[in-house]
């Protein structure tokens, strides 16, 4: 399998907290959660939900698979997209394929279909690259991704920004937190160095 991941970031860089709930990760007093919530046009969801769809099984970083399970994974979540998966591809993707967690910490998952891979976690993943398959997908889990990188386990790296500002947050931008208007886009695949 090949070991992608999708991240999606503002402009100036930051990943946290992107999702629907405004407490979703409030680390280090960052109190602009949901930034990511109605900045995507129906191309954009359209791309994120073939995403989920193609993959053939996920890995996670604990934060991710706890704010994972505890949205995607919900009982009635899950339930809806087993009687009606067209409707629901993320949930269906999520909670019908496999899933690996990458913790030495969380050992008892919760959400069904996973399986720690704790100790000697590079070879675990290797173990997995090794099967034929298509993709072994992360999202979100940055500090998973950046250990992947420094371990050279990473064959395609997709990112999704959002024309939106956090300031305060990532402290790399002098203006306020705010949504920019993009004015052009472009999707060109590089070759690895």
């Not at 706890?66 to 995607?72: K, P, Q, V």
């Not at 999520?94 to 990458?102: E, G, M, R, S, V």
């Not at 999704?160 to 004015?183: D, E, I, K, Q, Y």
Request: net charge neutral; glycine share 10%.
């Amino acid at each position: 399998m090949k070991l992608t991941t999708m991240t999606q970031v503002t402009v100036d860089g930051v990943m946290q907290g992107n999702g629907g709930a405004s407490d979703e990760d409030r680390r280090n007093g960052f109190e602009r959660g949901g930034w990511a919530m109605g900045v995507f046009d129906n191309e954009t969801m359209t791309f994120i939900n073939q995403t989920y769809q193609r993959a053939d099984a996920f890995l996670f970083g604990r934060r991710t698979y706890e704010l994972f399970a505890g949205y995607w994974g919900a009982e009635e979540r899950a339930r809806a997209a087993a009687e009606d998966p067209g409707n629901h591809p993320i949930t269906d993707a999520l909670n019908t394929k496999p899933k690996y967690l990458a913790s030495n910490t969380l050992t008892e998952p919760r959400w069904a279909n996973t399986t720690v891979l704790s100790g000697d976690v590079a070879a675990a993943i290797g173990e997995l690259k090794a099967k034929p398959g298509g993709e072994l997908q992360v999202h979100g889990s940055g500090a998973l991704i950046r250990w992947l990188l420094e371990n050279d386990l990473v064959d395609e790296m997709n990112r999704s920004s959002s024309p939106w500002s956090s300031a305060r947050a990532c402290g790399c931008s002098p203006t306020p937190a705010r949504t920019l208007r993009l004015t052009w886009s472009n999707r060109e695949p590089t070759r690895r160095a």
